[in-house]
């Protein structure tokens, strides 16, 4: 095998190799794999991405009565990052997680929040607020609801 042939053929392992870590690493995030108690008790997967030019600090995240986080909120989620947290409420029959971050030093404050019950999964409380919160705007996804659900902001 000569030196191109060789470096091709590295090449096309090493995008092989990365392309299934990725897939294997958004498959592990999801609502449906977390461990439970009981079946039907609810869970949750928040997926955040930061699309903005600064970073996010983590000013306070709650998973409500009778939660507990799996996987909590990172201290800092940097620009371009994104993060999975998850949550299981045992033994209990609704589950609202919640994560609050500051855009930057200065800026507004971005909530990002899901409320999983039988009937009514919502982001109604997600937004952001304060000084200069009409220069960002976020956005949701939510893909399944009630007991186990998977939702998605993405914030600009």
């Known amino acids: 095998m000569n030196t191109t042939t060789r470096r091709i053929t590295a090449g096309i392992a090493a995008l092989a190799a990365t392309a ?3 897939l294997g690493l958004a498959g592990a995030a999801n609502a449906g794999t977390m461990p439970v108690t009981r079946p039907g ?3 949750i997967a928040m997926t955040i991405t930061n699309h903005t030019d600064k970073p996010e600090y ?5 998973t409500g009565q009778g ?3 799996v996987n909590a909120p990172q201290r800092v989620l940097y620009p371009g990052a994104s993060e999975t947290v998850t949550a299981v409420a045992p033994f209990a029959n609704s589950l609202t997680a919640n994560a609050q971050y500051r855009i930057g030093l200065f800026g507004p404050t971005a909530n990002y929040e899901i ?3 039988k009937g009514n999964t919502n982001t109604a409380m997600s937004g952001i607020w304060g000084p200069h919160a009409q220069n960002y705007w976020m956005n949701h996804n939510i893909s399944s609801r ?4 998977n939702v998605g902001f993405d914030q600009w």
């Open 20 to 22: 299934g870590i990725g």
């Open 67 to 69: 939660g507990q986080w």
């Open 115 to 117: 409320e999983n019950m």
């Open 41 to 43: 008790e609810p869970t």
């Open 58 to 62: 983590l000013l306070g995240s709650t």
């Open 146 to 149: 009630y007991p186990m659900v």
